[in-house]
């Protein structure tokens, strides 16, 4: 087994598995502006298995696992590696969802999602609901890693409705993961509230006393570059996770720290809707494209005026020509 969690650059630091955000547009998106040291692993969106066990469903579902050939150029280029993640509740379903994705010839690993709150996957038992089923959860480990040469990793949180971090990461590490990603939040905290990074460290004292080699990344409100530097210093993880920070600064894997100028974000804005079109055309919900524009359009005058504009507009045509109206308008303005 190529277990690339052992040999990777230290410390590692990962863009985070988005449902309709990280798809292969959007990664490579963020790849193409990050130095190769400073984001050296990337997630797919979650992917059902019972989609991919199931012949009909199979061919929309595995949309999620696209990876373009331009993507695949760049995250070897750059020695990035590429992780897919998986979803479920049948140990059986993992076995056979692993085998397909290590067949693709595309990852370098498979994650299994252990952390959505999503009420549509925690009423079955999967999700972040594995942790209310520890054998279960076991059993799924076990039977994704017996299917792949590749390695297989965790991503969860600190608890389900209350805090049970020691608990269920010693349950996790005696599957022996190649990796666990901890968000630190429970299950009922979704996405409200400071994420608990003390308990993240608990982990990680908790794996060194166990002796284990699984590594462990830490995962919540990370938001700068140097912010994630000193999560891993002050922690002791092995990596840190970065999910909605990106939204923010999608340049924050930069470690030039070059300004920003209005001239970046056009450029960028323009990678991104081109490669959508070219990806997905009619194929995709054009409006998933549209929340990535205020991504783009802030930090200049008028910016407010444009983003209205855009989120008015109804195709990629509508939108680039936006954008090159923009772009004259704030030449004309000097502001590039
Ligand atoms: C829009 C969105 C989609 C998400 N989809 C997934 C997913 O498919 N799989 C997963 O494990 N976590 C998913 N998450 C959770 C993130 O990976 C991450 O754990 C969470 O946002 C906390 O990290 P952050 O504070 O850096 O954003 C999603 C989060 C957001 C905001």
Redesign the pocket.
Known sequence: MNNFWQTIHKPIIAL??????TDTVFREVVLSVSDPDALNVV?T??TSTDGLCHEKGRSKVIERLLVNASEMTLLKSRNTKLVA?IWGGDPEKFRLSAKLISEMNLFDGIDI?M??PAKKVVKNKSCANLINYPELAKEIIYATAESTHLPVSV?TRIGFSKIVTEEWISHLLETAPKAITI?GRTRKMM?NGP?LWDEIGKAVTLRDKLCSKTLILG????FSYTDALNRIEQYGVDGV?????VFKNPWMFNTERVEITVNHRIELMRKHITLYQNTWGNGKDYNVLKRFFKIYLNGFSNAAHWRDAFMRAHGYEEALHHLDQMEKQLQALMVL
């Open positions: 985070a598995p988005m449902e309709d955000v997630f969106e979650f993640q999602n952390g959505c991503k968000h996405s994420a995962n919540g409100e990370v996770m970065v999910g909605t920070g």
